[in-house]
Every structure is written in structure tokens, then in C-alpha cells.
């Protein structure tokens, strides 16, 4: 199992978290994932290592931006 953390902004409420999370959730090998509205941690649990585009991807497809780790 494989885990990776990103940081996602826009998201202001329950809402916004429910939509990051089904985005996510949709793409293939994802396995788990948890959202922190009051950071915009998102971590994915996933079978093997995810391609970053793709996350980014689904983030996009809610509406929302994964901001890149310096």
C-alpha cells in the first residue's frame, strides 16, 4: 500500500471536502482517502504508487487546486 499527502485549496466547506473526496476516490487504485478542511491535507491511500497528474487531475474535475510542494 502506498500513501501520499498533497495540499488542496479552495475548499471552504463539508461540501467542498465531499466533492474532493468522490473525485479521488474515482480514480483507478485509489483505495482510501481522508480530507482536512482546515489544512487541505489530502492524503490518498492507494495499491501502488499514483501518478501526481492524475490526483491533480480529479482535484481539478471538483473544482479545486493541489498546490505543489516546495
Known amino acids: 500500500m502506498t500513501t501520499a499527502t498533497y495540499t488542496v ?11 474532493v473526496k468522490e473525485e479521488i476516490g474515482e480514480v483507478p ?18 495499491d501502488s504508487p499514483l501518478d501526481t497528474a492524475t490526483i491533480r487531475a480529479a482535484v481539478e474535475e471538483a473544482g479545486y487546486e493541489v498546490v505543489d510542494k516546495q
Open 29 to 46: 487504485g485509489v483505495t482510501g482517502v481522508e480530507v482536512e478542511l482546515a489544512t487541505g491535507l489530502v492524503t490518498v491511500e492507494s
Open 9 to 19: 485549496t479552495g475548499m471552504t466547506c463539508g461540501h467542498c471536502v465531499s466533492s
